[in-house]
C-alpha cells in the first residue's frame, strides 16, 4: 500500500492480532475501524472491533451478523475492541474496503450498550 495511506472510521483493514491471550483472536483478521483518520495519523494507534467468518458467533449477542458481498455470514465482534500500531503491524487496506453505514452503526450501538458510554 503507498506510504500515504492511513486507515479511517469505518475502513475494514487487514491487522495481525499476535501475541494474543485467552480467549482473544490469534492471527492476521479484518478489523472495522472506530477511531477516525487523524488520530490514527498521528498515533500511529487504530481503534477497531475484529470481524469473522466463523459460524460459531451465530448466538452470540455481542457479534453483529451481516451478510459479506457473495451473501455470506459475517460478524462484528463488539465485545473485544481492539487497539492496535497499525504501522508496526503492517496494517492493509481489505478488499472490502469500507463496511456498510447500517452495520457500522448497529455495532457502535452494541459497544455502547457494553460500555454504557
Known amino acids: 500500500m503507498a506510504g500515504s495511506w492511513v486507515p479511517d472510521r469505518r475502513d475494514i483493514i487487514w491487522i495481525n492480532h499476535d501475541p494474543k491471550a485467552g480467549k482473544e483472536m490469534p492471527g492476521e483478521h479484518p478489523l472495522m475501524v472506530l477511531s477516525v483518520k487523524a488520530f490514527n495519523e498521528r498515533t500511529g494507534i487504530v481503534i477497531g472491533l475484529p470481524m469473522t467468518h466463523s ?3 451465530d448466538d452470540n449477542p455481542f ?9 455470506e455470514a459475517c460478524y462484528v465482534l463488539c465485545h473485544q475492541p481492539k487497539s492496535f500500531d497499525w504501522r508496526a503491524r503492517s ?4 478488499p472490502w ?4 453505514p447500517a452495520v457500522f452503526r448497529t455495532a457502535c450501538e452494541e459497544l455502547s450498550s457494553i460500555l454504557q458510554i
Open 97 to 100: 474496503r469500507q463496511i456498510a
Open 63 to 71: 457479534a453483529v451478523k451481516f451478510a459479506g458481498p457473495k451473501g
Open 91 to 94: 496494517a492493509r487496506a481489505h
Open 55 to 57: 459460524a460459531l458467533n
